[in-house]
């Protein structure tokens, strides 16, 4: 099963940036270029939160409302890799962060029922805490 590494995580201020990074570590197989990307974020009680997601495809974004204006998603093509740039970080930013892949009709779908949608398991995450 498909499978991502999560990295980049960490300790930052408020109004901080952080840039995180996940690549397929298992599973990869040539579908993986016509699906849906996203970045989520899971607190210790809730479910997953869909942060942002890209198309790989045609490179389409979403952003959840809480995180327009501050954060980046992109993708790496060549190296299979996705990219979230995180700035202005907040202290309700505070979660561990994962990546999830699957063949979602829009990247809105994906971000917003990864439940249904990702064929990817959930990996490690990547911690990041925003905190004075």
């Known amino acids: 099963q498909l499978q991502f590494v999560e990295s980049g995580g960490g300790l930052v201020q408020p109004g901080g940036s952080l840039r995180l990074s996940c690549a397929p570590s298992?599973?990869?197989?040539?579908?993986?270029?016509?699906?849906?990307l996203g970045w989520f974020r899971q607190v210790p009680g809730k479910e997953h939160e869909g942060v942002s997601c890209?198309?790989?495809?045609?490179?389409?974004?979403y952003y959840a409302d809480s995180v327009k204006g501050r954060f980046t998603i992109s993708r790496d093509i060549n190296k299979n890799t996705v990219y979230l740039q995180m700035n202005s970080l907040k202290p309700e930013d505070t979660a561990v962060y994962y990546c999830?892949?699957?063949?979602?009709?829009?990247?809105?779908?994906?971000?917003?029922?990864?439940?249904?949608?990702?064929?990817?398991?959930w990996g490690q995450g990547t911690q990041v805490t925003v905190s004075s």
């Open positions: 298992s599973g990869f197989t040539s579908d993986y270029e016509f699906y849906a």
């Open positions: 890209i198309s790989n495809i045609d490179g389409t974004t």
């Open positions: 999830a892949a699957g063949p979602a009709p829009t990247v809105r779908a994906m971000c917003t029922l990864p439940g249904q949608l990702r064929v990817s398991s």
